[in-house]
């Protein structure tokens, strides 16, 4: 769910300005999943850019406060959520620690690296939610860790129902900055798309697994 729709558009614009969002109908990238899409999203490029990161880090931390209220830890998932999880911390004064995809394998064997107290309440950051699963194991080693996550926070969103679902069955809230809806919207008015291309991105959505075989 988005925090609201003037905030999506925005996030949008500036993400496409960017190039942060890569839209190639004809010739579409390959995730590591093997999925054939025709949209790439790299939001680690917002980091770049002074004045986008800073809204980015002033939109998430206003609308934690709102929907989750202030909590005592802000959690970046690794490594695409690391840098601005910690702008965000920064920004509200916020602790910050930050979780691997898997415990490292030497060492103290940490998956959630920083100070994390049993029973503090935690807000997760993360830049991208495709399917949801790695987004959702952050939140598992978290709660193994004795936290209490009080829910998540993204840039973007692909919307596919499989993540829809997964977050659903975690019981996990999930808040975004911007959406794929608004962004074929946006992409589409700004003459970034054609609306023969926005049709073909819409398809790809409905069936991404199977999409171009």
Not at 103 to 131: A, W
């Amino acid at each position: 769910m988005i925090f609201n729709t003037d905030t999506a558009k925005k996030t949008a614009e500036l993400l496409l300005q960017i190039n942060a969002i890569k839209l190639n109908p004809q010739t579409p990238f390959t995730w590591a999943s093997g999925w054939k899409s025709p949209i790439y999203c790299d939001n680690r490029i917002t980091l770049s850019f002074p004045p986008i990161r800073n809204y980015i880090r002033e939109e998430f931390s206003k609308h934690i406060e709102k929907e989750f209220g202030k909590p005592d830890v802000i959690a970046g998932v690794a490594t695409g959520a690391i840098g601005i999880g910690m702008l965000v911390a920064e920004y509200m004064g916020l602790p910050f620690v930050y979780v691997r995809p898997e415990p490292k394998k030497h060492g103290r064997q940490n998956q959630v690296e920083g100070f994390l107290q049993k029973g503090q309440n935690v807000v997760v950051v993360e830049d991208l939610i495709s399917t949801g699963n790695s987004s959702l194991l952050a939140v598992d080693a978290l709660k193994a860790a004795g936290a209490n996550v009080k829910g998540m926070v993204a840039i973007f969103t692909y919307g596919f129902d499989v993540s829809v679902e997964n977050f659903k069955k975690a019981n996990v809230t999930l808040h975004t900055l911007g959406n794929y809806d608004t962004l074929l919207e946006e992409a589409a008015a700004k003459q970034y798309i054609t609306e023969k291309e926005q049709e073909t991105l819409k398809e790809w959505r409905k069936s991404p697994s199977t999409w171009g075989q």
